[in-house]
């Protein structure tokens, strides 16, 4: 007879892939295999990273348009395609 599965809630494994927790330092705070994570629980971990991202990218545009001239830069860089090149 197999073993009974642990009761895992899914919002915290969301919630700690939204704080940028790799999956086995996951699976190690809710006592689990990573391999169980990752079969069970795929959707949370990436919607969670997902998560993660947009809020670094919010805060980086609102540190750019505050007027931060690097990020204003680097942002322009990478989602405006410009670049540093004179042609």
Known sequence: M???QKE???EMVKKLASLGCTTKDIADVLGCSDQTLT???M???VVGRAN???RLRAKQIEIALSGNTSMLIWLGK???DQTDKLN
Do not use: G, T, V
């Open 78 to 80: 990478q989602l405006l």
């Open 2 to 4: 197999a073993r009974p």
């Open 52 to 54: 993660l991202r947009n």
């Open 8 to 10: 895992i809630d899914p």
């Open 43 to 45: 959707e949370e971990l």
């Open 39 to 41: 079969r069970r629980f």
